[in-house]
């Protein structure tokens, strides 16, 4: 019994030494191994077994990025003004020996290094350059701690102003400028849109004007346009009838006829002076031999006609 106990004490022993010397290594996570207090090797993920008594874990590293939100740190700009700006660094370890033994507490060493750099980049800048320039400083806090930290196997990957805090007075003063700015811009947008409203009634007003000289100018044109073509139409009748009468041939007494006619209608006219041709005699002559001559007609028509009832 005392031979099955001790062997049950060994096994136990056996298993408990193994279970605490096989170790499972997460992902994104490695382990500084030492033996006899050096450095051994770094464990990547995965199962090792390490030797009892020998080695053991220096240090659990973590492998993700991780993010370190600094308090506000007083900083003075280069026209003397005080302000606390706090800062947030993103960071990711790249080499866990470095990490380990690179160092005596990285975070801190971090902080620090931010703190002063922060400090060295703020003192050449003036307040309103340093309030609108939060890239460049982010670049410039970045690059440095990359830098500094290469010997510490650890990479930042980037730094960010979270606030930027003046003093009291100078908030007022700034919120005073901006409302003064604000009224300004204010009256410019107002003095634009009463100008654009201007300029917008001229030059309807402008263009109107333009249209209705233009009607007007039409309206004209093509009343002289009306005018030309009825002088036109009255020339080309005239034409026309003058053109009648020269291929009819008249004779002199149909044109005299005709004359005599024309100045019995202007002396019906209510003209107060008439001018008689000279010939106007001759003309009347003309009148009364043809009346003769309907007279005669007229008188020998039924005399005619009773002889050759006679003769029948």
Known sequence: MQAIIIF???????????????????????????????????????????????DKISKKVSLKEQIIDFPPQPVITKDNVTMQIDTVVYFQVTDSKLFAYGVERPLSAIESLSATTLRNIIGEMELDRTLTSRDI???????????????????????????????????????????????RRAKILTAEGEKSSAILVAEGEKESTILRADAAKEA???????EAEAITLVQQ????????????????????????????????GKATKIIIPSNIQSLAGLAASLKEIVVDDVKQGPSSSGASADRQ
């Open 137 to 183: 400083i982010n670049a410039k806090i970045r690059t440095v701690l990359d830098e500094a930290t290469d010997a510490w196997g650890i990479k930042v990957n980037r730094v960010e102003l979270k606030n930027i805090i003046p003093p009291r007075e100078i908030q007022e003063s700034m919120e005073k400028q901006m409302k003064a700015e604000r009224e």
């Open 220 to 226: 004209k044109i093509r009343q002289a346009q009306g």
């Open 237 to 268: 009748a005239i034409a026309g009838s003058v053109k009648i009468l020269n291929e009819a041939n008249p004779s002199q007494s149909v044109i005299a006829l005709k004359s005599l006619e024309a100045f019995g209608k202007a002396a019906d």
């Open 8 to 54: 049950i004490i060994i096994v136990i022993l056996i298993i408990t030494i193994l279970a605490v010397n096989v170790r499972v290594v997460p992902q994104a996570h490695a382990f500084v191994i030492e033996r006899l207090g050096t450095y051994r090797l770094t464990w990547e993920t995965g199962l090792h077994v390490k030797i009892p008594f020998f």
